[in-house]
């Protein structure tokens, strides 16, 4: 009888399992990391802050954060876009994949966002929590993250501040008009009454 080779058969039967991988010696392969998927590691964002913290619709906010490695190093986002998620009283809205400009600090990116009445009607008017979105960065060989949805709250990073206190009306352009021309009309009409009296003192003065 024949000896049978054991582990030709074994390496045939993990071939033939439906699912399995085999992997060769010094490569790494795609792992699932707390529900991210990525190559060898997750990304971490540990900072974001936006302003102004107090916004009206037509203002713009930029929110900047940080993403790094979790040994420190910073990440170079390769595509430079992300995800946000702005979460208010009433609801939420949400903007995918949208371009992020690096900041010139390794790691950090901002993104500019318009305030408009549509966040104001999703989101609700009020305090406005800005987020990045679950693996939404990515770096240029398939490592994402964050893991969940990160804002102020939840980084570590004392200082930052994602919350954003809102309102859902402009001032009118009568409003705009009173707050930057009301002290400047004050003192055309008061010029004018001076001269009016200066006028009629030299008319009175004629007459006598």
Same mark, same amino acid.
């Given at each position: 009888?024949?000896?049978?080779?054991?582990?030709?058969?074994?390496?045939?039967?993990?071939?033939?399992?439906?699912?399995?991988?085999?992997?060769?010696?010094?490569?790494?392969? +795609?792992? %699932? =990391?707390?529900?991210?998927? @990525?190559?060898? #590691?997750?990304?971490? *964002?540990? !900072?974001?802050?936006?302003? +102004?913290? %107090? =916004?009206?619709?037509?203002? @713009?906010?930029? #929110?900047?954060?940080? *993403?790094? !490695?979790?040994?420190?190093? +910073?990440?170079?986002?390769?595509?430079?876009?992300?995800?946000?998620?702005?979460?208010?009283?009433?609801?939420?809205?949400?903007?995918?994949?949208?371009?992020?400009?690096?900041?010139?600090?390794?790691?950090?990116?901002?993104?500019?966002?318009?305030?408009?009445?549509?966040?104001?009607?999703?989101?609700?008017?009020?305090?406005?929590?800005?987020?990045?979105?679950?693996?939404?960065?990515?770096?240029?060989?398939?490592?994402?993250?964050?893991?969940?949805?990160?804002?102020?709250?939840?980084?570590?990073?004392?200082?930052?501040?994602?919350?954003?206190?809102?309102?859902?009306?402009?001032?009118?352009?009568?409003?705009?008009?009173?707050?930057?021309?009301?002290?400047?009309?004050?003192?055309?009409?008061?010029?004018?009454?001076?001269?009016?009296?200066?006028?009629?003192?030299?008319?009175?003065?004629?007459?006598?």
């Amino acid at each position: 009888m024949r000896k049978i080779e054991l582990l030709p058969m074994l390496l045939m039967l993990i071939v033939l399992i439906p699912g399995s991988t085999l992997v060769s010696a010094g490569t790494t392969a +795609p792992q %699932q =990391a707390a529900g991210c998927a @990525t190559y060898q #590691t997750n990304l971490i *964002v540990d !900072y974001i802050n936006s302003v +102004p913290h %107090q =916004a009206t619709v037509g203002d @713009t906010i930029v #929110t900047t954060f940080h *993403v790094i !490695y979790p040994d420190g190093t +910073p990440v170079t986002l390769s595509p430079p876009t992300a995800s946000f998620n702005w979460m208010g009283p009433t609801g939420q809205t949400e903007f995918d994949n949208v371009p992020v400009a690096y900041n010139g600090t390794p790691g950090f990116y901002n993104y500019t966002q318009p305030f408009t009445q549509d966040i104001v009607t999703a989101a609700g008017s009020g305090t406005i929590t800005i987020s990045v979105v679950f693996c939404s960065c990515q770096d240029g060989v398939g490592n994402r993250g964050p893991t969940g949805l990160v804002s102020s709250v939840q980084t570590p990073t004392p200082i930052d501040d994602s919350l954003v206190s809102t309102t859902s009306q402009p001032q009118t352009l009568l409003q705009q008009l009173v707050a930057n021309y009301t002290i400047p009309a004050l003192i055309i009409v008061l010029i004018i009454l001076a001269l009016l009296a200066l006028v009629l003192r030299r008319r009175r003065k004629k007459k006598t």
